[in-house]
């Protein structure tokens, strides 16, 4: 059995894999890494790139979204831990041994956490940081008020997916927002582990871009975790304050799509089809969530 397992998901980004797989290899641990090509029209490109790696696992399976690749790659898998890396991201030296050491400091351990570089694709330019929230005294209500880092700043316990299941397949956005939630929600221990590093790599047309289906999947996980614990006044609260920092989020991507050509139109559609993403954003200008 491999300590680690690593689900690579795939879609036409082929290139880009060679980047993400060598960051797990250089990681001096004994590590699986199965990529998952969700049915890319370029074939069998991922696979290809997949087989130059020994020991590598490829997997190819018609297009479903990201959330079912993951899952296809987690029941391959057999790895005492799990690590969900995208194709555009990659791992920096040390973060598996870091995260090794943490579960070896408590056999309590489920799921440990830190920060992402964001850099431009092809540059190692750090231009933010994403993560780093702390989530050990009350992770549930945490990630109720935000998603706090992209899914390969966590690495899982192999046995919480016996409580939790698999990502929702349903859900083409916030996927990874929705399975930690229920992770949480299950009892889970978390830990930040500061000196895990990884990169997150802002890519054109990238799917943290597409407005629209963020919003509305971002509201489809709100409303569920909410509406199954609206008799709690902690999570009533958590739950507000998330509507209000997901609101936020979207207003940088709402000005980006105005600025572009014929933005303003569609930026309108997109308002006009989606009412209460209109709503919150006038809050703003009415200084109800300032």
């Known amino acids: 059995m491999p300590e680690f397992s690593v689900v690579i998901p795939c879609y036409k980004q082929a290139h880009l894999l060679p980047v993400a797989i060598e960051?797990?290899?250089?990681?001096?641990?004994?590590?699986?890494?199965?990529?998952?090509d969700d049915g890319s029209p370029d074939a069998h490109a991922a696979l290809e790139v997949a087989s130059r790696y020994p020991g590598v696992t490829g997997i190819r399976q018609a297009n479903?979204?990201?959330s079912a690749a993951r899952n296809t790659g987690i029941l391959r898998a057999s790895g005492r831990f799990m690590l969900f890396l995208d194709a555009d991201d990659y791992l920096r030296p040390g973060m598996l041994e870091t995260a090794a050491r943490a579960f070896a400091e408590d056999d309590e351990?489920?799921?440990?956490?830190?920060?992402a570089d964001v850099v431009d694709l092809g540059s190692d330019k750090v231009l933010g940081e994403f993560g780093g929230v702390d989530l050990t005294a009350d992770p549930f209500?945490?990630?109720?008020?935000?998603?706090?880092?992209?899914?390969?700043t966590f690495v899982l316990r192999r046995e919480v997916l016996a409580r939790v299941g698999l990502f929702d397949a349903s859900l083409r956005a916030c996927e990874d927002w929705d399975f930690w939630l229920r992770v949480a929600a299950s009892g889970a221990k978390f830990r930040l582990v500061r000196e895990m590093r990884s990169v997150y790599s802002v890519t054109p047309g990238s799917l943290s871009k597409n407005l629209e289906l963020?919003?509305?999947t971002g509201r489809v996980v709100l409303g569920r975790s909410g509406r199954q614990h609206a008799n709690c006044r902690p999570c009533r609260e958590a739950h507000q304050a998330g509507m209000v920092t997901f609101a936020r989020s979207m207003r940088p991507l709402l000005r980006d799509m105005v600025r572009s050509p014929g933005g303003k139109r569609r930026a309108a559609g997109v308002l006009l089809r989606n009412p209460d993403?209109?709503?919150?954003?006038l809050r703003r200008v009415l200084r109800i969530d300032r």
């Open 109 to 115: 351990l489920d799921v440990v956490h830190g920060f």
């Open 277 to 281: 993403l209109l709503v919150w954003q």
């Open 23 to 36: 960051s797990v290899f250089r990681q001096g641990r004994d590590a699986e890494v199965i990529v998952v």
């Open 64 to 66: 479903a979204g990201v």
């Open 214 to 216: 963020m919003w509305r």
């Open 141 to 152: 209500h945490t990630l109720l008020r935000c998603n706090i880092g992209p899914p390969h």
